[in-house]
């Protein structure tokens, strides 16, 4: 895999359900085309948007499955494999390598807490182990597990990860963190809100929430920010930042999936703890959607 591939705009995938529970296969492989249609560089399964917790293992290898058939020569993908049981990330890891994958997505192990040396051995364990190429998600606050810049450059200095998605919500630790790694890691937003801020300080794109939607217009956006155009940027901002707002009205992915099925994309059907969105939801996400149909 070219690592430096993975930039611009990444797509953090919905899973799609039928109303029996089951995973929507069919709906997955036409989002999918959705997605590569639309432009976006590299695609992002399993990770929190795409529900993954409440998936079996047998159904995250079919959507790793498809996923890696649909991209192969196309784009990248970039699998989640995160649990706060290393040896279990590990294994899942290995289970994922065998089945084609060469690159995951893994959070800092959420709910024990640990410290920065364990952050830094756990992500040791999983690179030792499986040998694939990691892009830390640094997201405190679903983790309470925040991995500073200063752990993260030595994880990148010792060739552990590759990449981050940095959701911490600090521009100041992001400003810190592009200064320490001085470009030698891949640095993207894990918001889509912060993607410029995080692009003009050394960052080169975004895991996005917002291209499950619109594909199209945030491949052009993170384009014109990696091209330095701010001002283009800031005017292409102006339709996309009521769509950021809104898709966290409540807990993603539910609008992201209300917007699904507005575009004609797949129905909304989630499993528990997810529940289907509030009429207003539905109401919001069609309008703030209608300046890109």
Known sequence: MDKSAICGVGTAMVTPFKADGSVDFEAMERFIEFQLDGGV????????????????EGEQ???????????????????????NNTAEAVERGKRFKDLGVTCILSACPYYNKPTQDGIYAHFQSIR???????????????TASNALPETIARLGADGVIFAVKEASGSIIQMQSLCQKVNG???ILSGDDAMT???????????????????????????DTITERNFVKAREQLKPLLPLFDALFVESNPIPAKAGAKHLGLMDTNYRLPMV?????TVSLMASVLAPFQ
């Open 41 to 56: 560089n590299f695609l992002v399964p399993l990770g929190t948007t795409g529900e993954t917790p409440t998936l079996t």
């Open 61 to 83: 290898d079919e959507v790793v499955r498809l996923t890696l058939r649909l991209a192969e020569g196309r784009v990248p993908v970039v699998v989640g494999c995160t649990s």
């Open 128 to 142: 030792n182990n499986t040998g694939l190429e990691i892009m830390l998600y640094n997201v405190p606050g679903r």
């Open 184 to 186: 030698d890691l891949q």
């Open 196 to 222: 410029i801020p995080l692009m003009a300080v050394g960052g080169v794109g975004v895991v996005s929430v917002a291209s499950n939607l619109v594909p199209a217009a945030m491949r052009e956006w993170t």
């Open 276 to 280: 289907p969105p509030q009429p207003e």
